[in-house]
Every structure is written in C-alpha cells, then in structure tokens.
C-alpha cells in the first residue's frame, strides 16, 4: 500500500516562497505519475502539477507556470513543490497523489489518482 506524507505548508505573506515535500513510500513509483492538488475552500481540487516518477516528464498548470516547479529526490524518496511569488489565491489545501500509470501518461483529473496524502494547508496573507 503505497504512502504519501505532505509537509511544508504554513502561513506567509504576499510575495514569499514555500517549498512543499511529498514523502512517498510503500512501493516502488518508477511507473508512477505523482501529482500536487490543491482545494481552495469552496472550491474543487485541481491539479497544479505532476511528474513522471521514473523519467522527470512534468507538467505545471497555466495558472502557476513560471512560479511553482515540481521535481522529485529519487534519494529521498519525496516530490517536491517548490512555489515562489506566492499570492492570497494560492491559499488552499495541497494534496500529493500517485497513480500506476505504466503508459507514461501524465493524469490530470483527480479520479485519475489512487493514493492521496493528507494534505498540508497553506495560507497567503495579503
């Protein structure tokens, strides 16, 4: 059973970074798309970004292009989710999720994916 542990959420201002971490153990993920949601309240949770565990392929949202990168620690075992330029509308509950996705695909609805973390809440303050 595959396990995904968020860390790194908290509150900041306008303008600050923060770098989100996904622990992800249980299994192997070298055919696994990981991915970053994140559910504004109010809001239906949507995809931010998502990369592939085995070859680095990603994929970031138009909404967040140029500000947040996704990488993975293959020493670590963690995907990460590094947000610069931070703003009150990135305020939201983060969630990491992982799906088998043996074709190579990147998923990007949340159906798409099985195993989902906790999530870690981030709050930007104006």
């Known amino acids: 059973q595959a396990q995904l542990v968020e860390s790194g959420g908290g509150l900041v201002q306008a303008g600050d970074s923060l770098k989100l971490s996904c622990a992800a153990s249980?299994?192997?993920?070298?055919?696994?798309?990981m991915g970053w949601f994140r559910q504004a309240p109010g809001k239906g949770r949507e995809l931010v970004a998502a990369?592939?565990?085995?070859?680095?392929?990603?994929y970031h949202a138009d909404s967040v292009k140029g500000r947040f990168t996704i990488s993975r620690d293959l020493t670590k075992n963690t995907v990460d989710l590094q947000m610069n330029s931070l703003g009150p509308e990135n305020t939201a509950v983060y969630y990491c999720?992982?799906?088998?996705?043996?074709?190579?695909?990147?998923?990007?609805?949340?159906?798409?994916?099985?195993?989902w973390g906790q999530g870690t809440q981030v709050t930007v303050s104006s």
């Open positions: 249980g299994r192997t993920f070298s055919n696994y798309a």
């Open positions: 990369i592939r565990w085995g070859g680095g392929r990603t």
């Open positions: 999720a992982a799906v088998w996705a043996p074709d190579g695909t990147l998923p990007k609805s949340q159906s798409d994916y099985d195993y």
